[in-house]
């Protein structure tokens, strides 16, 4: 399945592009849908929030010169041990003195006793990645240490990133890697170099005698998961899946005969025993020998080659792989997808409290896996992220009973509910471009599910609830939304915040403080005239269907007030004055929005959001009946 969470990665602004990228998607459905469904139709299946520190933005040079490979960079075991355990970890988040310089890379060379010194209890934490997901980094680092979690160690693909983190206070050791600094595309062959890294990285670190929990940089975690890892000391490996249909209802291990879905290993825990380190071995092996394997395939393959019997009658752990593994498969509850999360909230309707949440399932690209973890309020950004330049605007979406509860759950009352919220934000979209604001989106309401193959609404067996509040990257590209697009063809950016931002305990005092509601009222009624005059302090009556030079000359005295909210959206803007800016405009809107997907029994069976749905007579939603017709609404 996490071959799939980054289906969408880009939408181009031009249709060819456009059209290749959903070519592929729909290529890659038929290729990379199997542990879906299997989980789904198989037989087994049916039974305290401080700010961060920036000062990495600008971190000092690196003068040394960058090592070999990943694999030539380790030091091997020596016969010393080193004394783990060590409750006397150096402090996370305390940087070096600014005078000081930046040690000898030679320093951070991957040592048993570089892992000794930060272990903890036997047990070391890990993430990598490239100076891209620094900012994921950051996040994953201090989750951690705010659950008093230290024993933790971050590798460095390349030497911007190694530097970064060292000024940063947070321990770090040297891949050797050496990679691009920039973010790598899912399926491209750096991602598949990455995979590879992790895999040379696990036959590492395992022989020096540790317990490894190793962890994707795109998830968090939000309570303590040694606690739990503790409860299974006979557990050779604890994985998670990609398992979006519950095979238990409290915090056990996952019921592994109903796991038909994917072992994921974006989270999951070795210890240094026989079996884990043989199957170490083989996987490392099989990646080497073919550079067309994913590594999470690959890993599946070898841990599937047995599963079961049980290892006894209560643990929940079974034998794998060559029958001495002894495997378990952490509960999809409580160790979160992105659909378990985010689409079902699982863990929510179960009253469980979840350990961890990974970004998978979702489709914009690293764009769409940030906004995901903002949405949820539990990525750490700098604190200008939350008092931008010009201030925001936000609104109150109104959404009738009848959009969001009556009838059945079907494509039309779907769109229905998803139109009436679209064309609330597309005006709520010009407004914040005319007045050079940010735009906190509104939580959007979603009917069906969306997917990345053929499906009847929502996931069969799955504890989704309908309606349910989606992700923003269910109906826009939020990567697009994120691109800076040319000015000349698509006019001014507008810059977006997720919809929980107002709530968000990071948001500084003097943006809460700074407040302006805006009543929208029928021209000629009492104190509804366009005037920058409030009725009282904190409120302005506004008319409804202002126009563009309305807007400008009545909120030019607002422009030092951070937030601005309005009562509604709805008739709130009328046009343009400026038919150019408003073409350019509508560029940029038609762009934002992306597919549903997909209709049953029905090639292609996506069907394409529509921005300006309400200007086609007659519009109806219904996937493309000729290839002429399978292009987006430009």
């Not at 067996?461 to 923003?472: D, I, K």
Request: with cysteine; hydrophobic share 40%; charged share 20%.
């Amino acid at each position: 399945m996490g071959g799939w969470r980054n289906a969408v990665q880009e939408a181009a602004a031009s249709k060819p592009l456009f059209l290749t990228i959903y070519t592929t998607i729909i290529v890659g459905i038929v290729a990379t849908s199997f542990y879906v469904f299997s989980a789904i139709y198989s037989p087994s299946a049916s039974t305290s929030t401080q700010s961060i520190s920036t000062s990495w933005l600008s971190s000092p040079p690196l003068s040394q010169n960058g090592g070999s490979n990943f694999s030539n960079n380790i030091s091997q075991p020596t016969d010393k041990a080193s004394q783990p355990g060590s409750n006397q970890l150096k402090t996370i988040w305390e940087a070096p003195p600014s005078n000081s310089k930046m040690p000898p890379l030679e320093s951070f060379k991957l040592t048993k006793e570089l892992v000794g010194e930060r272990a903890k209890d036997n047990v070391i934490i890990v993430t990598f990645g490239n100076f891209a997901f620094m900012d994921f980094i950051l996040t994953w680092v201090k989750h951690l240490t705010d659950l008093d979690v230290s024993n933790l160690l971050v590798g460095a693909m390349d030497t911007k990133l190694l530097e970064a983190l060292y000024w940063e206070g947070v321990p770090v050791f040297d891949m050797g890697s050496h990679m691009s600094t920039i973010d790598v595309g899912w399926g491209s062959p750096t991602f598949h170099k990455m995979g590879r890294e992790k895999v040379l990285l696990i036959n590492a670190i395992l022989p020096f005698g540790y317990e490894l929990l190793m962890c994707d940089t795109d998830m968090v975690w939000l309570k303590d998961p040694l606690p739990y890892l503790a409860q299974y000391p006979d557990a050779d490996i604890l994985t998670s899946s990609d398992q979006v249909v519950p095979t238990v209802v409290d915090d056990r291990l996952a019921d592994w005969k109903q796991v038909g879905a994917a072992y994921n290993i974006g989270i999951f825990h070795w210890r240094p025993t026989e079996p884990a380190i043989k199957l170490a071995k083989e996987w490392k092996d099989m990646l080497l020998a073919d550079d067309k394997i994913w590594d999470q395939n690959g890993f599946n393959e070898l841990a599937r080659k047995q599963t079961g019997p049980a290892v006894d009658d209560d643990s929940g752990l079974f034998y794998a792989f060559d029958g001495t593994l002894k495997l378990g498969i952490l509960p999809e509850s409580i160790f979160c997808s992105g659909h378990t999360y985010f689409v079902q909230a699982m863990y929510e309707q179960l009253r469980l409290e979840p350990y961890a949440l990974h970004t998978t399932f979702q489709y914009g690209g690293t764009e769409g896996k940030r906004h995901r973890l903002r949405e949820a309020m539990v990525f750490y950004d700098p604190p200008e992220y939350y008092d931008a330049p010009g201030g925001f605007l936000s609104f109150k979406p109104s959404i009738p009973k009848s959009l969001l509860l009556d009838g059945e759950h079907n494509l039309e009352s779907h769109f229905s509910l998803i139109n009436y919220q679209m064309k609330q934000i597309r005006s709520a979209l010009a407004i914040a471009s005319l007045l050079n604001r940010t735009l906190v989106m509104p939580p959007l309401w979603c009917r069906l599910d969306r997917l990345w193959f053929s499906h009847p609404g929502v996931l069969e067996g799955s504890m989704t609830r309908q309606p349910f509040l989606c992700p923003l990257d269910h109906i826009f590209e939020v990567n697009v939304m994120l691109k800076d697009l040319p000015e000349e063809e698509f006019g001014p950016a507008i810059n977006i915040r997720e919809y929980s931002f107002l709530n968000n305990p990071l948001l500084p005092q003097q943006v809460k403080e700074s407040w302006l509601d805006v009543q929208l009222c029928q021209e000629g009624t009492e104190d509804c005239h366009a005037s920058s005059n409030t009725s009282r302090p904190g409120l302005l009556r506004f008319p409804k269907n202002s126009t563009e030079e309305m807007f400008k000359t009545v909120f030019s005295s607002f422009k030092d007030v951070k937030v601005i909210q309005f009562s509604s959206m709805q008739g709130a803007f009328y046009s343009f004055t400026d038919k150019t800016r408003e073409e350019k405009f509508r560029n940029r809107m038609k762009r934002y929005v992306g597919i549903w997907c997909c209709v049953e029994n029905h090639t292609p069976g996506h069907i394409y959001y529509d921005m300006y749905w309400d200007e086609k007579s007659g519009w109806k939603p219904a996937p493309p009946q000729t290839p002429e017709e399978d292009h987006p609404p430009f």
